[in-house]
């Protein structure tokens, strides 16, 4: 079970109302500062509205393990743009001014917090708006230099989970985990494969016999299709690459993240 799990945050909300509802939630990426930060706002607070049950908010850095061809991209036109940690906590401090309710966890990479101060930016995080954090590069055996200050924010830590995570390794993820549990359907990097839907169901149902957290699996889901299937599977399906890849192309970033809502719906409206 996780060690940290407040009743009365926005996550805990956000994955209660789906529960009620009976249906999969939508977590949707969006980089910070890609293509420019007006741009990126204005995106994240049109999320929301398109269907968006959670928002993740990637932090640009240059040198990416995780990501794929199209969120690679985006970090250095964000970079390119002037983007900033800083300047991506008062992006989230400007969605906040306007929206309250809907969940926001930052995604990125440890270096440049251990930069900017692990205390220190758990204290930013948090007052900018901040739900939790995804750092994508920080093993659950060197968590401990930012997991203290997280809780003390009333932050979560977000941790991953792969298709080669192990029975010896997962419990050192579940103990420091809360909020929700991301799990990576595919073996590699976002946006380059398809999820194998078999294979990842059977994962989840070994994770959820050890944990009774929500689980959002990412990494291979970009159709409407791919997303209510995994939705389904699990708590809550994450779309990014697909979506940075709209921004990029100039295509309808929220008429795109509809269609990713609409599916979820109708599946879980037909059973």
Known sequence: MSATTPTTDRLSRRFAALKAEGRG???????????????????MRGLPGAGADIIELGMPFSDPMADGPA?????????????????????????????DDTPVVLMGYYNPIHYYGAEAFARDAALAGADGLIIVDLPPEEADELLPFL????????????????????PAILERASGFLYYVSIAGITGTAAADAGGVAQAVARIRRKTDLPIA??????????????????????VGSAIVRRLAEGGDVLGFVGELAGALRKVDAAG
């Open 151 to 170: 809780r003390a924010q009333g932050l979560h830590l977000i941790m991953l989970a792969t298709p080669t995570t192990d029975e010896a390794r997962l």
């Open 25 to 43: 939630g939508l977590v949707t990426y969006v980089m910070a500062g890609d293509p420019d930060q007006e741009t990126a706002l204005a995106l």
């Open 217 to 238: 699996i990412g990494f291979g889901v970009s159709t409407p299709a791919q997303a209510a299937t995994m939705a389904r599977v699990g708590d809550a399906a994450v």
């Open 71 to 99: 969120i690679q991209a985006a970090a250095l036109r964000a970079l390119a743009a002037g983007m900033t940690l800083t300047g991506t906590l008062e992006t989230l401090k400007a969605f906040r001014a306007t929206d």
